[in-house]
Structure formats: C-alpha cells, structure tokens
C-alpha cells in the first residue's frame, strides 16, 4: 500500500459494504429457517446458563456443602431431587452446562483446525503429500473413538499429570478436548478436501499462481476464503458431535468429578445405582440437557449447511 | 395438410445454401439405407391403433387443442407466471415445434399437457382438449390414464431420464406391461422389437444405461416413449445433450418414425435448425406467451414478430443472408411480476408507447398467429423488419 | 464384479490395517504402567535386575526392527499375549468369549433398526412436508440426539424398576437353575430386551434422517419424472424407481456404520452390564489390564475396516455403475 492508497481505502470500503450486505442476507435467509431459528433460542438460553450459572442456583454444591439428604424425589426445594450426596440435581445440572459446553467448544476448535489445515494442504499440495495423508485419515476414520479414547486418556495423564489446570479447567478435561480433537478431526479434513479439490480447478487460483503467490499465500488467502462457509456449517455439526462424544466419555469414567459434566452427572448416577434405585430424577435432568443442546446443534447445522453447503445449494 | 410448404424442402434449401450443414445430408442418407432394413412391427398410419381410444374420447375432435393455459409456479417470493394465457393445436402427424430461450415456458407449457410438473407448480386456468376430453379437469388419478398411453416424452438427458439400476429393456418393457395389462413376457418381447425399430440390437436391451453412448441412450428413450403406441410424442430438447453427428441421426430417427407410424410430434427446443428441418409448424414463445406461430416455411422467411426476427438473426446458418451473429440485448422480464403490457417490449427495437401499456393481442395473417402492436387487427400484416445493426450496435456484414 | 475394482479395495483395506497394527504397537509402547516404566519409577530397584527384566521383556533390544519385528510376527500369528485380570488366558480366549453377547446385542438391533429406520425414512421421505413427515422427523432428530446410555437408563428407570417389567443387569440371572434350555431362552430374552431395545432405539433415528434425506434426493431425480410420466402409480414408482436407487447409499453407510456402531455403543453393555467387548474393555482399562485392551482396540479397528470393505462390495453388487 504505497502510492494507490486512496482507491485501496475504497476497495477496502467497498468490500466491507459487500460483507455488511452478504451476513444480512445471510440472517434474512437464517430467519426462514424456523428449525434452524429454534435451535438458535434453544442455544441462547444454555450459553446463558453456561454464562452464569452462579447467579442462578448458587455456588457449585459439593459433599461438604450439600443442602438435601440422600436421594430425595423432586420437592418445591429441589425440582429435581437430590443425589445420593444430598446435592441438588438442578445445581449440579446447571454447572455441568458450563463443563459441557466448554469441553464441546474447545474439542470443537481443535478438531476443525486440525481438520482444515490437513484438508487444505492436502487438497492443495496433492500428489505423495495428498495420497499420504489420506491414508492416515482414513486410519483414523476407522478408529474406535472410544477406545482409542480410553488407550489416550491414561497416556496423556501420564504425561502432564493428573492435577495440573489449563484456563482453569481440569487436566482430565483437556484429555477429554485432546481426545475428542483428535479421532474426529479425520471426517471434517475430507470434506474440506474434496472442496479444496474443486476450488483448485478453478480459474482466481491460476491467476495467483501465475503473479507468483507462494503456496502459503494461496492458501490462506484464496482457499481458506473460499472454504470457510462450509467450515462453520461443518463447525457446527461437530460441536453437537462433540458435546455427544464428551458425555459418552465421561460416562464411561474419563471424566473429573470436581467440575462434573452431564455426562459425569449421568455416570454418577449409573454407578451410584440410580436406575435400580428407581431414582429417574437424578437422570432425567441431565439427560434432557443433553438431548436438547444435541438437538439444537443438529438444527442449527442443518439450516447452516441448506444457507452455505455450495452442493446443496438451490435445492429446497 | 394445413400447411403449404414442405418443410423439408425449405431445410434442403438451407442446407444447399449453408454448406456447413452438408454433414447433415450425408448423415440422414446413411441413416436412410440402414432404415430400409428395419421391420415394421408397429402400427403404420393413422387409425390403425392397436390400443382403444379413451372411453370419452370424440373421434372427430381434433387431436390437440390448448386454450388459454397458464401454469404458474409458487415460490416463497411470489408467483412465477411461467405459462400465461398459450393456447395451440395439434393435428393427427403433425409436428409443431415450440422455440424461445430458455425459461420461456416452452417445456413447461409442454409438460403441463399430462402434468408432469414439479410439486410447486399449478395449471390456474385453460383447457387442454386431447380428442374433445380436457385434461385440467381430470383429478391426477383420472389424468394418470393419459399419460404415456395417449402423450409420452422423450427427456431431454437420457442418462438421468433413464433408471441407473434397471436394465433398458425392462425400463422399456415397464409401461407395456404395468400399462397396457401385457404379460411379462410379452412386453418384454415388444420392448425387444421397439428397440429394433430405434436401431439397437435387441441384445443390446440387457444394458444398463451407463453402458450405452449418449445416442444409443437417447434411441432407447425413444423407444420407451413409442412404449405404449400414444398419439402424441413430446421431444423435449431431445438432442440438446448430444454431439451433432449424433443429433442428426436422432432427428432423423424421428422424423422415419414420425412418418412410419404417423406420430403427432411437438418438438421444444431452442434450436432453430431443428426445428426447420423436422417440424411443419413453429411456435416462438417468450416470457411465457406465444410471440408468433405458424408453418415453419413462412415463419422462418417472413419473421414479423421482432423477438422472432431477433432469435433468428441470433442463430447461425438459418438466415440465409446474414453472416454474423446477432444477440439480443437485454434479458427475459422477472416471471414473478411481468411487465403489464408486452412482455419484449422492455428489449424491443421497435418498441412504442402502447407496447408498455397494453398486452398486444393475438392476430392472425394468412395462417401466421402473432402478438405484436406492429401488427394490428385489420393491417396487411406485412413483416416489418427489423433494423440490424444500427439500432443495437453490432457491426454487421450484409451479404446480398 | 471387477477384480481391479476387488483388488483396489482389498489393498487400500490391507494398507490401513497395517497402518493401525503399526499405531497399535506405538500407542502402546507410550502407555503407562508397562513393565519397564514402572519398575524405572522405583527408586530402590537394581540396576541389574531393571537390565534382567528388560532383557526378558525383550525391551533392551531396539524398538525398531527388532521389538516391532516380534511384535508383527506374533500378532499375525494370533498371539496378542496374556490377559493380567484374566489370569493363564490368553488375549485371544478372553476377547472370543466376550465377543459372542456383543454381536448377538449389536447384530439384532442392528437388523431391527434397519427395518423400522429404512422404513420410517422411506416413508417420511415419500411424504416429505405433510403431517406425518413433521412428526417422524422430529422423533427420528431427538433418538439421533440421545446417547445410547441416556436411552439406555431411561429404558431401566420406566421398565426395569418403574414397571419391573424386566431384569436390570447381565445376559442371564445369576445363581438361577434353569429347569430346561426353553428357560434358559426364556430368561435370556428378558434380559435381552432392553439393551437392544436400546440398541435399536440408539440407530433407529440415524438410519431414518439418512434414508428420508436419500429418498428426498432421489425423487428429485430425472428417472422418477419418467415413471410419473409413464402414468405408473405412485406405489410402483416408490417400489421400482424410488426405493433400490434410494436405499443405495442408505444400504452402504449401514454396512460402514456396523463397525462403528460396537465401538461406539459400548455404554449400552455397561448401563446394562452385558458381558460383551464394551464392560470388557472398560473393565481392562480401570483393572490396567493393557494387552486386553490393545487386543481389543485392534479387533474393533479392523472390525472397521472390513465393515467399510463390505459396504464397499455391496455397493458394487446393488450398483450396477460400479464394475469398473
């Protein structure tokens, strides 16, 4: 930017108009969507719970502060009962959105980074690069998240130890962020792939190659552009996908105790006995939760992919 | 015949005057000698069905009579008047061809006849009198007894028109046998000599589609669409997808087959060379109405409608005296809400204070039916031309 | 069916199941609790019996070739090593007397979840935007939503305690004479119903969203407007146009989903205590029993692979398009 200043301030200018105008017709298109728009309230509503769970039901309970007794049913006190430590399954559910939506959030980050970057390079780079990675994502495709997840999760702790914190949330937690990263990432790099693939083909590319961007240049500023409609849409069914995987693995007994998730909530209950005890209060909270913020996703992702998917495009 | 001039002939005097279009020639005689091997195993004229007329049906009513047909489109930002007001007829072995750009309405005007529509399509008005029975009346169960049996299509891609997992002659053997009450056996035999007749080897019926070419493809299409005998055969843009050699010989196929069995043909394409070398009479359609129709002979010399003369000059090898393409500036008005008077008026060279206000009616001159203020009730209806050039600013060479 | 078609899938298969042995030796050789890493972490050990125990493990030999070389040899062999809970059995019987209640489980709800999903998605799909499509999406989106644990103790409180319809845990009671082998079915099928209930309920709601939208996208076809072109009826042109294109990609990512589906359902068997390679897995983990989990991580991953390998064959078969 040296003499041409001025017309590239209008450039610049006018590019943002060209934004302003393309996210309104996004919402205007959004906003048609009654699915998509349900989900979006559905999800408001949890991110505030998530927010502040403080201002709603108080501090986290724990043993030493649990106000009820041992398994009590649904009262005015505790609309959903009490856990076999006396704790009130409604704080216990409120806080666990917080640990679920956040693991869900960050697995989120580090699979759709992961999942971009090798399915940019390796649709741009191609040939032995291409054929390469592909077969290590397809090796991934076909791994059992779980037990992968349970091999992992051990290794991990061993690693960095079993107490350590990171932004203020458990190691164990992390190892749930890493794990789900990293058996899901495989699926979102394929589709980036094959939209890379077609985006090669096509003309802004050549012309960039030819005035002599590097390929990292291309990349970033040509590619990622390009694939970043389907990227959120993708973003978003991986986050229902991750909020799923992560109750899933704390369920199976990856999860922390001390900064409980749904699905931590949901194995307390399994091993403190709850469906023989007939106490479905004490499942029925967390499992609605899940269900909904799954749900909600899966709609908002839908109406995403109708909006941004360039192959679905034009269809009904 | 209604109509005074063999249209072949005036194609053959294209083609003598255009020798790009020699090829064609050589082609259609190749594919004349193989014809003269091929059995006729169905019914050759008219009157000779093998299939009763429909119960209602009125033998002395014309063939084909559309009035007044609109077929509109919902869409969450309005209603499309994709079809608004067509009226035509067709009769017995008669080929019309109907011409226009594309989202004209030409095919849907054409599909709406046995209403094979998308979902959000709805035919608000007119009537459609196949042999004195109107069709927009019939409730879709009562209506599906017309299709195939009375009027079948020819699609435009065969490939997607043609079930990838059934094997041709089975697709083509389904409407015999699920339609005309045929037994397995027997359908499946006729649809072995209906692929004779369109020139593929019987053995050939145990193909998939996908390994067939695209021409083989499209004779299977046309095999299935002779199915069940019907009365009248829809080509809709039938050799768009294919390579000229290929598109001669399918033409022509339709054309022996027009001839052989007495088919009433209505042929939509935008292709005007098609259409002058296999139609007797053309209908341009623009913006969902008919701009001008009658034999191909007079339509094709003596253009008055100023979108026809535009769509000819815009094609290569019809106009005998222009060499250099001409186009038509401008694009085709936004269906949802149409401009109130005539619908070309807005790219018209021609265009007056009337045409943006009134709808010009249809008027007919010596068998030619044109809706233009050019060309009003009680004038001599001679062509007005248009001016080339100039008006548009193309540089053109005038070949005398 | 073409062998170059055969033969491509069948090493592209091969090469990842290398890939994953490969994985498999190396993510193991980092676990915790391996015999070199916790006799290192003891301070008061011998140098000389640290080397004496290595040499026995064979892990003063380099990792690569020759650890990875015995390593190979004996898996191909069959030999994954003895199981530590489990003792004197070998990996090999461990995993196959689990194996059985795993896939009698997975494989019934299997076949019942296609039937009622494929269904309900044909015929939502069929009458996409009326009534019944509303209500059927709907049901078919919240089961696609819900774990299978959630199903799972959701299933135990209303039928197990609420309504004491059926047992709560294991594949048979436990301590009961079962007077005949029609007892021992008897009480096998009560604690069978609800885990592949749950099994069913789990993929009923994935199969239908897959095979609505399938359907949806094959009635958009040019084909299916050539059957109703043909006059036929709207059943036929379901049953013959709509339906064997449709269930195409519908059949195939059934076949993939087999592999996945006992991997990632092993909750079902522990809401449910079945004795299958879900609760064995889970229990190998919190009991360090390693060579019983890498056994069977190694036997689900290749399940993977050739459920994918299956699905690739059937689709050769039902496609007439892909011979080449």
Not at chain 1, 243 to 266: A, H, K, M, N
Not at chain 3, 74 to 86: N, R, V
Not at chain 3, 231 to 244: A, E, M, Q, Y
Request: glycine share 8%.
């Amino acid at each position: 930017m040296t003499a041409s200043a001025p017309p590239v301030v209008s450039i610049r200018g006018e590019m943002l108009r060209m934004r302003i105008r393309s996210v309104r017709a996004f919402v205007h298109q959004f906003s048609r969507k009654p699915a998509g728009v349900v989900g979006v309230a559905v999800l408001a509503v949890f991110t505030a719970l998530a927010v502040a769970p403080e201002l709603i039901v108080g501090p986290l309970q724990t043993v030493t502060t649990a106000p009820g007794a041992h398994l009590e049913p649904p009262s005015v006190a505790f609309p959903l009962g009490t856990d076999s430590l006396g704790r009130s399954v409604v704080n216990l559910v409120v806080w666990g959105t917080r640990v679920s939506m956040i693991i869900g959030l960050l697995a989120t980050v580090v699979t759709v980074v992961l999942g971009a970057l090798i399915g940019i390079v390796s649709g741009f780079v191609g040939g032995w690069v291409d054929g390469l990675l592909m077969r290590i994502t397809d090796m991934f495709l076909v791994l059992p998240t779980f037990v992968l997840a349970l091999i992992l999760a051990p290794i991990i702790l061993d690693i960095v130890g079993r107490d350590a914190e990171l932004f203020g949330i458990r190691v164990t937690l992390i190892v749930i962020v890493i794990v789900i990263g990293v058996t899901s990432w495989a699926s979102t790099a394929r589709v980036i792939r094959s939209q890379v693939l077609s985006l090669k083909e096509r003309a802004f590319v050549d012309r960039a190659r030819v005035i002599g961007s590097s390929g990292g240049h291309i990349m970033r500023r040509h590619l990622l552009p390009n694939v970043i409609n389907l990227l959120i849409a993708n973003t978003v069914l991986t986050f229902a996908g991750a909020v799923l995987t992560e109750t899933t693995l704390s369920f199976i007994g990856l999860g922390d105790p001390f900064q409980p998730s749904w699905g931590q909530i949901l194995n307390d209950a399994q091993t403190g006995g709850a469906p023989g005890l007939g106490a479905w209060w004490w499942v029925v909270g967390p499992a609605a939760c899940i269900v909904l913020v799954v749900l909600a996703f899966t709609l908002v992702g839908d109406a995403l992919d109708q909006i941004l998917n360039p192959r679905l495009r034009g269809r009904r | 015949m209604t109509h005074p001039t063999d249209p072949l002939h005036l194609a053959e005097t294209i083609v003598e005057e255009e020798h790009e279009l020699a090829d064609f020639d050589r082609v259609r005689e190749a594919a004349e000698q193989e014809d003269a091997a091929v059995p006729a195993v169905l019914p050759t004229a008219i009157g000779r069905r093998q299939w009763p007329l429909p119960k209602q049906a009125d033998p002395t009513a014309p063939l084909l009579v559309v009035e007044d047909l609109k077929t509109y489109f919902k869409l969450e930002s309005g209603m499309v008047h994709a079809v608004d007001g067509v009226s035509f007829r067709l009769d017995h072995g008669e080929a019309l061809g109907i011409a226009g750009e594309s989202g004209c309405g030409k095919t849907t005007t054409a599909l709406s006849l046995v209403r094979i529509l998308p979902s959000n399509a709805v035919t608000v008005g007119g009537s459609i009198r196949l042999m004195g029975i109107d069709l927009v009346k019939k409730s879709e169960n009562a209506l599906r007894r017309y299709r195939w049996r009375e009027i079948s299509i020819v699609f435009q891609g065969a490939m997607n028109a043609l079930n990838p997992v059934i094997r041709v002659r089975d697709q083509i053997a389904e409407p015999i046998e699920h339609r005309l009450g045929l037994s397995q056996k027997a359908s499946r035999k006729r649809a072995g000599e209906l692929l004779d007749l369109v020139g593929i080897p019987k053995k050939r019926g145990n193909a998939y589609p996908h390994e067939l070419s695209g021409g083989m493809r499209q004779r299977a299409m046309i095999a299935m669409a002779l199915a069940c005998d019907p009365a009248i055969v829809i080509g809709d843009e039938p050799t768009t997808a294919l390579d000229v050699m290929v598109q001669a010989q399918i033409l022509d196929l339709l054309d022996d087959l027009r001839r052989k069995l007495g088919l009433s043909l209505i042929l939509i394409t935008h292709d005007l060379s098609v259409i002058a070398e296999s139609c007797d009479r053309v209908m341009i359609m623009y913006a969902g109405k008919v701009a001008e129709e009658g034999t191909v002979a007079e339509v094709f010399r003596h253009p008055r409608h100023p979108y026809t003369q535009k769509l000819l000059s815009a094609f290569p090898n019809i106009h005998a005296d222009r060499r250099t393409l001409d186009t038509i500036p401008g694009s085709p008005p936004d269906l949802r809400e149409p401009p109130p008077g005539c619908r070309f008026a807005p790219r018209c060279p021609f265009v007056m204070a009337v045409c943006s206000e009134v709808v010009p009616p249809e008027t007919t001159f010596h068998g030619i039916r044109v809706a233009c203020h050019l060309y009003p009730e009680g004038s001599d209806g001679e062509p007005v031309t248009v001016p080339t050039a100039d008006a548009i600013g193309v540089t053109t060479t005038e070949v005398s | 069916m073409g062998t170059r078609y055969f033969g491509r899938k069948l090493t592209g298969a091969l090469i990842t199941i290398v890939l994953i042995v490969l994985f498999n030796f190396f993510l193991f050789r980092m676990m915790p609790g391996s015999p070199e890493r916790a006799l290192a972490r003891n301070p008061h050990i011998q140098a000389s019996v640290l080397a004496e125990t290595r040499a026995r493990w064979g892990l003063d030999k380099p990792l690569f070739p020759d650890q990875f070389l015995a390593y190979v040899a004996a898996t191909t062999q069959g030999d994954l090593g003895y199981s530590l809970k489990f003792e004197g059995q070998t990996v090999v019987d461990v995993l196959a007397t689990h194996f059985w209640p795993t896939v009698i489980l997975f494989g019934v709800g299997e076949v019942l979840a296609a039937i009622i999903g494929l269904a309900l998605g044909a015929y939502t799909g069929w009458r996409r935007g009326g009534p019944i499509d509303l209500v059927g999406n709907a049901f078919s989106l919240i089961l696609y939503s819900m774990p299978y644990f959630v199903i799972g103790m959701l299933l135990l409180v209303v039928f197990a305690t609420g309504l004491r319809w059926f047992p709560t845990s294991g594949m048979l009671s436990l301590g009961a004479s079962h007077a005949s082998p029609i007892d021992v079915f008897v009480d096998f099928l009560a604690h069978f119903t609800l885990p592949v209930a749950t099994v069913a309920i789990g993929l009923i709601g994935q199969y239908s969203i897959l095979m609505r939208s399938s359907v949806i996208e094959t009635l958009s076809e040019d084909y299916v407007t050539t059957a109703r072109a043909k006059g036929l009826t709207d059943g036929r042109t379901l049953r013959s146009h709509v339906l064997p294109n449709a269930l195409l990609p519908a059949v195939t990512l059934i076949a993939i989903n087999l592999g996945y589906v006992v991997a990632g359902a092993i909750t079902v068997e522990i809401v449910f205590n079945w004795p299958g390679l879900g609760t064995l897995t889970v229990d190998a983990l919190s009991s360090r029993d390693y060579s019983v989990l890498q056994g069977s991580f190694l036997l689900l991953s290749i399940t993977v692979v050739f459920a994918n390998l299956a699905a690739d064959f059937l689709y050769a078969l039902l496609d007439p398009r892909v011979k080449a």
